[in-house]
């Protein structure tokens, strides 16, 4: 069945640096995707979505990239902040006409960000 | 806060028992989904309900089952509870039963089995 992977489990990083989240899927029919942040007790947050018409996107602070090419999916944070200190996951849905839920979504097994000040 | 509401925060059962974990959409969302998160199998797509209506089920158990009432808030009924049972569960709530739009989560109901 359809997964969505993510290449590293945990990433530690430097405040004030920028981070790179990672995940990889493998349905190319997928056409939509989410990144979310979940913090210790807490539901995911949504933080950016990216169609798969566009390659890249932007919000505060975070730009998700997407290659299509090698299916391959990026979360880029930038000037990290202790308060990122979370588990990052990608997730993913799939059209109806390929037999996936309509509007469910797929999760990766997320990454744990540490932010060390 | 997301806007979606669920209670009770945490549930502590025993086997062969039946709970009702509750969950309120954000306010305007027709489309409501249940997720199950346990340590080895992550976040699985239980069941989607869309204005009332059953729209997608996916990983769910025969012994579980959910609704969603005209008011829009949902129901998930978990009987026959076993020790494997124990786990997060979260409701999401979207605007329609369409995918190509974020979908919201509560904070969850911790379920735990004794």
């Known amino acids: 069945g359809e997964s969505v992977g993510l290449h590293l489990p945990t990433l530690s990083v430097q405040e004030g640096d920028n981070s790179i989240i990672n995940c990889a899927y493998s349905n190319s029919a997928s056409d939509y995707f989410i990144w979310y942040k979940q913090e210790s007790g807490k539901g995911p947050q949504f933080i950016i979505d990216i169609r798969s018409n566009m390659d890249k996107r932007q919000g505060q602070r975070v730009t998700v990239l997407l290659n299509k090419t090698v299916k391959h999916l990026s979360l880029q944070i930038a000037a990290t902040q202790p308060g990122d200190s979370a588990v990052y996951f990608c997730?993913?849905?799939?059209?109806?006409?390929?037999?996936?839920?309509?509007?469910?979504?797929?999760f990766g097994k997320g990454t744990k960000l540490s932010v060390k000040p | 806060d997301s806007g979606v509401t669920q209670t009770p925060k945490h549930l502590i059962t025993a086997t062969g028992q039946r709970v009702t974990l509750r969950c309120s959409p954000r306010?305007?969302?027709?489309?409501v989904y249940w997720y199950q998160q346990s340590l080895d199998q992550g976040l699985q797509f239980l069941i989607q309900y869309y204005n009332g209506e059953e729209r997608a089920k996916g990983n769910i158990l025969e012994r579980f089952s959910a609704q969603q009432f005209p008011d829009l808030h949902s129901e998930l009924n978990l009987s026959s509870l076993e020790l494997g049972d124990s786990a997060l569960y979260f409701c999401?709530?979207?605007?329609?039963?369409?995918?190509?739009?974020?979908?919201?989560f509560g904070d969850g109901t911790r379920l735990s089995i004794l």
């Open positions: 306010s305007g969302d027709l489309s």
């Open positions: 997730a993913e849905t799939e059209p109806m006409n390929y037999g996936g839920s309509q509007g469910n979504l797929i």
């Open positions: 999401a709530s979207s605007v329609d039963s369409y995918s190509n739009q974020p979908q919201h």
